[in-house]
């Protein structure tokens, strides 16, 4: 893996790893605040470029807690330091809902967001009870992260999430979204399914057999699905 440090506008310096060659891909990990546990060239999707950005205040990158708002021009920062002129987004978990956020704020510079087992855009009780039910039921995974990143952008994401022309924008985005559910996944994906339909060029897909952490727990499926939704978005 290459590793190299981008400075944000505001001088922060961000930590930034690559593997592969090919089309741009960006990937971020969920969270918020964890470090970022797919930046692993085993499990890259194959024949892309895949840019690993370590959020602000995680990991190699400095800083500290931020909102939404300010994830979203750190990675803008990265595009532009690296010479990207657009690249694939990739999220999976908390990614993928800031891989939308980023798509409406900067649709010339997104070739397409891949969102694997996000939350989606919502903050509804009976989601959540189904999740807090069923949390016990989940392979534990051990993974480092910030209480405060996390807790900075999770009351951001409410934030967002409520603003009054957010649907409107998702409605009218041109930018092709294609949001992927773990079947065996605890979070229920009926917010994926209605993304899906909200956005013009959106699509839905279920991948059989697997959990939430598919990446770790089925590598080798997580490759295959990531590589042909990068490639043929």
């Known amino acids: 893996m290459d590793e190299l440090t981008?400075?944000?506008?505001?001088?922060?310096?961000?930590?930034?790893?690559?593997?592969?060659?090919?089309l741009d891909v960006v990937v971020l990990s969920g969270g918020p605040g964890c470090v970022h546990y797919l930046a692993d060239e085993g499990i890259a999707p194959a024949g892309v470029r895949s840019w690993f950005p370590d959020p602000r205040g995680?990991?190699?990158s400095?800083?500290?807690?931020?909102?939404?708002?300010?994830?979203?021009?750190?990675?803008?920062?990265?595009?532009?330091?690296?010479?990207?002129?657009?690249?694939?987004?990739?999220?999976?978990?908390?990614?993928?809902d800031l891989a939308v956020r980023y798509a409406l704020e900067h649709p010339g510079r997104v070739a397409a967001v891949v969102g694997i087992g996000?939350?989606?855009?919502?903050?509804?009780?009976?989601?959540?009870?189904i999740y807090e039910a069923q949390r016990h039921t989940e392979e534990a995974i051990r993974i480092d992260w910030s209480q405060e990143v996390h807790a900075a952008l999770s009351e951001s994401f409410l934030e967002w999430i409520?603003?009054?022309?957010l649907f409107?924008?998702?409605?009218?985005?041109?930018?092709?979204?294609?949001?992927?559910?773990?079947?065996?996944?605890?979070?229920p994906d009926w917010p994926l399914?209605?993304?899906?339909?909200?956005?013009?060029a959106g699509s839905f897909e279920l991948v059989a057999g697997v959990d939430h952490n598919f990446w770790t727990t089925d590598p080798e499926r997580w490759i295959r699905v990531?590589?042909?939704?990068?490639t043929q978005p």
């Open 58 to 60: 995680v990991g190699g």
């Open 193 to 200: 399914r209605q993304l899906a339909e909200l956005v013009p």
């Open 118 to 129: 996000g939350h989606g855009l919502h903050k509804d009780r009976s989601w959540s009870q």
């Open 162 to 165: 409520h603003e009054p022309g």
């Open 62 to 96: 400095g800083g500290g807690a931020h909102d939404m708002a300010r994830a979203v021009a750190d990675l803008e920062d990265i595009r532009r330091a690296l010479g990207v002129a657009d690249w694939v987004v990739l999220g999976h978990s908390w990614g993928s």
């Open 168 to 187: 409107r924008s998702l409605a009218d985005s041109p930018v092709r979204m294609r949001f992927i559910a773990a079947a065996n996944d605890i979070r």
């Open 226 to 230: 990531v590589t042909e939704a990068c």
């Open 6 to 22: 981008v400075p944000a506008a505001d001088g922060v310096p961000l930590y930034v790893s690559c593997t592969g060659e090919g």
